[in-house]
C-alpha cells in the first residue's frame, strides 16, 4: 500500500487522467478543475516525483517548511498550498521576481533572495526547529548545503532532498556521484530512504532522511 498523501494534496482526475493536485491559485500554466484544486506537474517538480513514486515523505500537511533552491515557484507553490509557514531561499534574482508573484496569492510563502550555502545569512528570519527541508540547489556540494541547513530543523524533523548528479560532476557516473554524496551526510543525517527518479528526472536521486 502507498503511503498516504498529505492532507491538502489529493488525487484529482484531469483530461481523463488521475493526477496529484492541490488548491491554490495556478502558476504555471496547469489546468485547473472546477473546484479550485491544480495539477502537480511531476515532470517539472521533483517533490511531486517523490510522491508519484509512492516515497514515504512524512509529510501530514501543515508542517513548517524550509525550501532551499525554490527558482521561480513551481513545486513550492504546491508545498505552500498544503503546509504552514514556508520559507523560499532562492539566489538568482530573474526567478526569485517570478516567486514574489507566487506568494502574493499565498500568505503562508515566504521568499527569501538568498544563498542556500550560507545560512548565516537568513537565520534571522528562518525560525528553528521546522519540521522539513525541501531541498533542489543545482550547485556542486549539495550534501554540504543540506549539512549547513540542518541547524534549522527539529530533532525529529526531515531533510527531503533531490540530488541532481549533474551539478556535482558532469563526468562521473550518476551512482558514484550519489554514493558521494550519501557518505557526506551521513556525517550529520540518518538516511531513511533514497529513491532514483529517472522516470520523471535523468540523474536524480531522492534523499529522505532526518538528523543524527
Known sequence: MSPSLPAGVERRSFDGRERLATRGEPVYGEPQDDDGWRAWDAGRSKLGAMLELGADV?????????YLGAAAGTTVSHVADFAGPTYAV????RPARDLLDVAESRETLFPLLKDAREPETYAHVVESGLDCIIQDVATRGQGTVALRNKRFLAPDGRLLAAIKARSEDVLSDPAEVFSDVLADLRAEYEIIDTQRLDRYHDDHLAVIATPK
Do not use: I, Q, T
Open 58 to 66: 512524512g509529510l501530514d500537511g501543515g508542517e513548517r517548511v524550509l
Open 90 to 93: 532562492e539566489f538568482a534574482p
